[in-house]
């Protein structure tokens, strides 16, 4: 069965984030796992990405009957090993000369995927005008907090002053929610993971910021988180 990517709730489109991507891996000399739909193996990394002629370098082995048949391959799988996974597919690669030696070269992806993990990937969120809230219930009200990070397993938020009695290590609180921009109020199980004084008001208040993690995460539920934190990365390599 041929694998759509562009199926992924992970896949993006547009050109400037994935030269983005592509860029970042480069700077970061990142390993890439190259693997054929016949079986060769390689592990390379991004040289250069040409976005004005829309190629991107990438290292060669050392051995020419493994280039041989990459070359040959008409479905190739990129793969980073570790962080943020990052995932694309190639229907041919070429050999170029540069300037330190022989790469091969291929066309910049029209679709590349940027799963993110929640051990290794969370997001800042917007503060200000574009804050978003979590409503925490406590006897006959709710404390509304600033959401300052998001990942697929959890968010984090701050709190001035006091912390009320219910903010303890491991305690899990019901009947959350967060009403996200264009979708509106989700419902969420928060496992308090960690609470941290991090700095104080002028006042001298402590504020505190107190992890949370996601409890029995719907598939809706996280389809909403994965594609809140999609739209803050796109906003944020907007303004680069």
Not at 23 to 31: E, G, I, P, R, V
Not at 37 to 47: A, D, N, P, R
Not at 91 to 107: H, I, N, P, Q
Not at 168 to 193: H, M, N, S, W, Y
Request: aromatic share 8%; net charge neutral; glycine share 8%.
């Amino acid at each position: 069965m041929t694998y759509r990517q562009e199926n992924s709730p992970f896949a993006l489109h547009n050109r400037k984030e994935i030269v983005f991507i592509l860029d970042d891996l480069a700077k970061h000399h990142t390993s890439l796992n190259l693997d054929t739909k016949e079986g060769v193996g390689l592990v390379t990394s991004i040289l250069e990405v040409n976005s004005e002629r829309d190629y991107v370098y990438m290292d060669i082995s050392l051995d020419e009957k493994i280039n041989e048949q990459i070359k040959n391959s008409r479905q190739i799988t990129f793969t980073t090993q570790t962080g943020i996974k990052v995932r694309w597919h190639a229907t041919e690669l070429k050999t170029v000369t540069l300037r330190d030696g022989e790469a091969f070269s291929m066309a910049v992806p029209s679709s590349i995927e940027r799963i993110q993990r929640r051990e290794y990937f969370r997001i800042e969120t917007h503060l200000g005008g574009k804050s978003i809230f979590c409503k925490i219930p406590v006897d006959a009200g709710f404390i509304e907090a600033a959401i300052v990070d998001m990942s697929v397993g959890g968010l984090g938020i701050k709190i001035k002053g006091k912390l009320h009695d219910i903010f303890a290590q491991g305690e899990i609180l019901e009947g959350c929610t967060v009403d996200f921009p264009g979708v509106g109020v989700v419902p969420f199980r928060l496992k308090i993971c960690g609470i941290w004084a991090t700095s104080q008001t002028r006042n001298g208040e402590p504020i505190h910021h107190i992890g949370f993690e996601f409890v029995n995460l719907g598939r809706a539920a996280e389809s909403i988180v994965q594609r809140h934190m999609i739209q803050l990365e796109r906003e944020r390599i907007s303004f680069k």
